[in-house]
């Protein structure tokens, strides 16, 4: 007998005078009263921890989240991911090893990165530093994706072009924002972890959308129509950049001082990447990315194919990706909750490990293990993807962690984005080097004969990067990596004063709607 029905007769033998009240006894009352209260919680905690970081950082700071990468990175990332796929096979009908060393050309634009944030920050245009910045990614951006999608046969270099023009757009507006997250991190370390939880979620959110409506499109507009769709964030980031309130600097106007600006931050650059703190976590990430060659074409030629792969719908491609995006939402949340706190060189040599080891479940689908499990292909394949995206984003977080801990005060906008140009260079390299080996393998539009070799060798490569494990600094997040001094040194010119720091200033608030003075 448990403790609420012993309850219930010890009240009935005191007072048998009293109805009986079974269904409202205290203890199911207090039951079922704590388990709404939980799902409550449970629910608006997201909420809460937003309104946190809200009132911790800036509200501004969480919109350009949001809005750049949410909308801009997450969603048309997404989409143009399936998009793009079904426009070179269908559309333009290209191999896949083609198709996979084209990808690596939309990495060029994040690779200026560094770039993109010495002309926001040495080269004001009427003053601005920022709001022309994200008006001329937009339009770069819009044009491109109409282009694109409206012009019918367009040679192939045009088409790649446009491509690339969408993805200057998202590099570009994704320069100020890194430059308010690192600098966010070096003044408030304890929620460095918090805001890449915040970007890893609303990246994965904004993949899920695109990703669930990206196959569902292509069926009913065809892929080259179903472009078009990527130029709503372009547009968007156009009205940022005349609703973003950000003061007149007149001081920095003048080239010649411009251009000093550009010398100090370059050789502040130059001083803290000799820094063994430094460039050791720096080659690890480019390596770690540059080993794990992609093979993603391939793969998907052979998802699609009538006669050697499943032959997925497009609907369901989409599908598969949105569960993978909703997956990478879990692998945000498990790190947020479980892992922020770890040694960065303990948690990336496990995530590691599982990412390597994780690759074999590409191995099964390609070889048909998973028939012989009686394993259906698109559980099987839900069921690879989730496991992937989870892993990938555990792997992935820490690494954005550690390097806006590397990163002077003064310069981090810049010298983040330098670090992100590595990355970039490391992805490049990834994508290319999966090209060259399909065509290596004579993996074809239609062969795929050895598209299983392909993927033992990209899961050796993947283990490979264990042994460079010892170039990340075995600290938790918490730890300072660069030295004191430096980060009270950089950023500052010749003469120091205060037009040095009106310089280095971030100053991305949104404006007022009401008052249009301050637009």
């Known amino acids: 007998m448990d403790s609420e029905t012993q309850e219930l007769v010890h009240r009935q033998s005191v007072a048998s005078d ?17 388990g709404s209260t939980f799902g409550i919680e449970l629910i608006l905690q997201p909420v809460t921890w937003i309104a946190m970081l809200s009132r911790e950082l800036n509200p501004s700071f969480i919109f350009g989240v949001f809005l750049v990468y949410g909308l801009s990175q997450g969603f048309t990332g997404s989409f143009s991911r399936v998009v793009t796929d079904y426009y070179w096979k269908d559309v333009q009908k290209v191999q896949p090893s083609d198709v996979q060393m084209f990808s690596g050309f939309y990495y060029i634009p994040w690779l200026m990165k560094p770039i993109w944030g010495v ?22 951006g819009t044009v491109a994706s109409f282009t694109v999608s409206a012009i019918t046969g367009l040679p192939v270099a045009m088409a790649l072009l446009c491509f690339v023009g969408v993805s200057v757009c998202v590099a570009m507006a994704d320069v100020t924002i890194d430059a308010c997250i690192a600098t966010n991190s070096i003044n408030k370390p304890k929620l460095a972890p918090d805001m890449q939880s915040l970007c890893g979620f609303l990246s994965s959110f904004g993949a899920l959308i695109g990703y669930s409506s990206s196959g569902f499109l292509v069926h ?14 372009a547009v968007l980031l156009v009205l940022l950049g005349f609703v973003l309130f950000e003061s007149k600097n007149y001081k920095v106007s003048n080239k010649e001082k411009a251009w000093e600006k550009v010398g100090t931050t370059v050789s502040g650059m130059g001083r803290t ?31 699609t194919d009538k006669t050697a792969g499943p032959h997925f719908s497009q609907e369901f491609v989409g599908m598969i990706y949105a569960i993978g995006a909703m997956a990478s939402m879990v692998g945000v949340l498990i790190y947020h909750k479980f892992l922020k ?33 009686g394993l259906p292909d698109p559980i099987f394949v839900i069921m690879e993807e989730c496991t992937s995206r989870i892993i990938t984003r555990i792997r992935w977080i820490p690494m954005i962690v550690l390097s806006t801990k590397l990163c002077p005060l003064g310069i981090e906008g810049t010298f983040f984005a ?15 080097g999966g090209g060259l080996l399909l065509r290596a393998l004579h993996v ?20 490979c990067t264990l042994f460079f494990i010892f170039l990340v600094p075995n600290v938790s997040p918490n730890e300072v990596l660069v030295p004191p001094d430096l980060l009270k040194s950089q950023g500052k010119g010749s003469s ?7 310089f280095f200033e971030e100053t991305v608030q949104l404006a007022k709607l009401g008052n249009v003075d301050e637009v």
């Open 18 to 34: 009293e109805p009986e009240k079974p269904e409202d006894g205290p203890g199911s009352h207090q039951s079922t009263q704590h």
């Open 119 to 140: 002309l926001t920050d040495a080269f004001p245009v009427y003053g601005y530093r920022r709001r022309p910045y994200f008006v001329f990614a937009g339009i770069i």
């Open 220 to 233: 009913h507009l065809g892929p080259q129509a179903a472009l078009s769709l990527m130029a709503v964030p």
């Open 273 to 303: 990447i000799k820094i063994s703190a430094v460039w050791q976590p720096s080659l690890y990430m480019f390596i770690s990315l540059a080993l794990s060659v992609s093979t993603h074409e391939g793969q998907f030629y052979w998802y």
């Open 341 to 373: 706190n770890f040694r960065f060189r303990t948690l990336l040599f496990y995530a590691q490990l599982l990412y390597g080891v994780s690759g074999i479940l590409d191995l099964f689908f390609v070889l048909r293990w998973n028939l012989k499990l």
């Open 418 to 432: 330098l670090l992100m140009c590595i990355d970039s260079l490391g992805s490049l390299t990834h994508k290319i």
């Open 444 to 463: 074809t539009r239609t062969d795929f004969t050895n598209l299983w070799l392909a993927l033992f060798i990209r899961n050796v490569l993947r283990l």
């Open 496 to 502: 120091g004063g205060e037009s040095d720091s009106e």
